[in-house]
Every structure is written in structure tokens, then in C-alpha cells.
């Protein structure tokens, strides 16, 4: 009677080609991750932004947004004087993405939400392959977004 069974090459060559198409989906894994978060970035930056503005003219107080660059992230804050209320967000930059354009620090004026001053935000997305570019127009607190591919 004879004994038929893989050789140990035979064996090893099948472990290869397993651990090929293990790592495939892995490497795939960490360039989704990094699209997510740049996603999330972007859209709670945005939402924080008009969020700050809709406070200034809501409260008719003036509402802030500072650039932090230690750990680099966004500061939106918004105090009510003669009230204990304060509210402060922080949106955080993943390592993928890189600041280009942005000012230290903004404030929209109370009751109108306007900017008295023309100001760009421009971020740097690398796994998205695209720069996000927000320019204020001067006088409103409106807003236009460019999508720049690179």
C-alpha cells in the first residue's frame, strides 16, 4: 500500500500564495483608513465652521476660530457674556493631511456672522490625491470650496 502526502516544498508554496492574498486586503485596508479620516476631517470642519458662524449671529456675539499648531488642530469657540455658557470644538488633523493656507486665528462678527477680512483655508489631502480650498468672501461669512486635484 502506498502513502500518498504533500512534500514539504509542496507544502510551504501553498503558505506563500495564502499569505499573498492575506496581505493584499491589509495594504488595501490602510490607504481606506486614511481616506476615511481625511473625509471625516473635512466634513467636521466644515460643520464646526458654519456651526461657529450661526452662533455669532444667533447670540449676537462674536465667535472664534484659532489654528493650534503644537498638536496641530482647529479651536472653534463661542462664549456668551453674561451667561456661564462656553462651547469649544476641536477638530484634529490626521497625519495625512497638511495645512497650506490658513490664518492663526478668525472671528465672525456677532449678529451678522460676517468676516471683515478676505481669508483662505487650504488643506492638502494625500490619500484623497486632491487639495480642499475654502475662501471666504469678504463681508459675508459665505463660503466657496475648490476641489484642486494634484
Known amino acids: 500500500m502506498k502513502l ?3 512534500t514539504l516544498v509542496e507544502a510551504l508554496l501553498v503558505l506563500v500564495i495564502v499569505a499573498l492574498f492575506l496581505l493584499i486586503p491589509i495594504s488595501r485596508f490602510e490607504h481606506l483608513k486614511g481616506r476615511y479620516q481625511e473625509e471625516q476631517f473635512i466634513r467636521r ?7 461657529t458662524q450661526q452662533m455669532a449671529v444667533v447670540t449676537g456675539h462674536y465667535s472664534y476660530v484659532y489654528y493650534r499648531s503644537a498638536t496641530p488642530h482647529f479651536l472653534f ?7 456661564t455658557i462656553f462651547r469649544e470644538a ?3 488633523f490626521p497625519s495625512s493631511v497638511q495645512r497650506q493656507i490658513a490664518p492663526i ?9 460676517r468676516v471683515g477680512t478676505l481669508v483662505v483655508y487650504k488643506f492638502r489631502c ?3 490625491n486632491y487639495s480642499v480650498q475654502y475662501q471666504l468672501q469678504m463681508g459675508s461669512g459665505r463660503y466657496t470650496k475648490t476641489i484642486l486635484a494634484y
Open 45 to 51: 470642519f466644515e460643520q464646526e465652521f458654519l456651526y
Open 126 to 128: 494625500k490619500y484623497l
Open 77 to 83: 469657540q463661542h462664549r456668551f457674556e453674561g451667561e
Open 90 to 92: 476641536a477638530v484634529i
Open 105 to 113: 486665528s478668525l472671528s465672525f462678527s456677532g449678529g451678522s456672522g
Open 4 to 6: 500518498r502526502a504533500f
